[in-house]
């Protein structure tokens, strides 16, 4: 199983970056999805997580109303909108799969990350 996150770069504050992860599962539609966070000298945070079907969404505080995750099935691809960026957006994203995968726990396999950079 592989997870292959793209998508990110360098942007200026309030700009926006949709974040891509294509996987190499042959269930994926049966998979929970998710997106992590990690900043410079910070731990791992959970960003936001999308049901096997899509029909459930989670975000953290920290993006509600600016990020927004989703999937396409049949392209076995996650996404991650990411609107009015802040310079405490600026981190290594990974995505990240789960049968059972909970809001920010069981998860089962884990993308190599794309780094997103907000300047302010």
């Known amino acids: 199983v592989q997870l292959q996150a793209s998508g990110g770069g360098s942007v200026q504050a309030g700009g926006s970056l949709t974040l891509s992860c294509a996987a190499s599962?042959?269930?994926?539609?049966?998979?929970?999805m998710g997106w992590f966070r990690q900043a410079p000298g910070k731990e791992r945070e959970f960003v936001a997580r999308?049901?096997?079907?899509?029909?459930?969404?989670y975000h953290a505080d920290s993006v509600k109303g600016r990020f927004t995750i989703s999937r396409d099935n049949p392209k076995n691809t996650v996404y991650l909108q990411m609107n009015s960026l802040k310079s405490e957006d600026t981190a290594v994203y990974y995505c990240?799969?789960?049968?059972?995968?909970?809001?920010?726990?069981?998860?089962?396999?884990w993308g190599q990350g794309t780094q997103v950079t907000v300047s302010s």
């Open positions: 990240a799969a789960g049968k059972t995968a909970r809001t920010s726990t069981n998860y089962d396999y």
């Open positions: 599962i042959r269930t994926f539609s049966i998979y929970n």
């Open positions: 999308i049901s096997w079907s899509g029909s459930n969404t």
